[in-house]
């Protein structure tokens, strides 16, 4: 069985840049795909950056593109989100989630990962 922790959220303002952190406890042999998912007040959840955990490829959807980077610390166990040039629209609470199904690529769908950690709140102001 697969724990999720996250860490690292807080408060930025407009171009400054957190990391987020997301602690993995349990096995990674049964999970195909790491992603961090977001959710703002009042709007869906949406998929912000995925990583295959057995081939390592990565990505990201548009709106973070060149902005964030996912990546993991296998030693750590642990899965980062940095995310730098921040903009008040990223304000959210970001979840860290795995899935455990082999699928050809990472699913960018959040119904697909079946494990969730509790959520990191990042705020950017303007």
């Known amino acids: 069985q697969v724990q999720l922790v996250e860490s690292g959220g807080g408060s930025v303002q407009s171009g400054g840049s957190l990391r987020l952190s997301c602690e993995v406890s349990g096995s990674l042999r049964s999970v195909y795909c790491m992603g961090w998912f977001r959710q703002a007040p009042g709007k869906e959840r949406e998929g912000v950056a995925f990583k295959n955990i057995p081939y390592g490829g990565t990505a990201y959807t548009t709106s973070v593109k060149g902005r964030f980077t996912i990546s993991r610390d296998n030693a750590k166990n642990t899965l980062y989100l940095q995310m730098d040039s921040l903009k008040p629209e990223d304000t959210a609470m970001y979840y860290c989630?795995?899935?455990?199904?082999?699928?050809?690529?990472?699913?960018?769908?959040?119904?697909?990962?079946?494990?969730w950690g509790q959520g990191a709140q990042v705020t950017v102001s303007s």
């Open positions: 989630a795995a899935d455990r199904t082999f699928r050809d690529a990472c699913s960018m769908t959040r119904t697909d990962f079946d494990t």
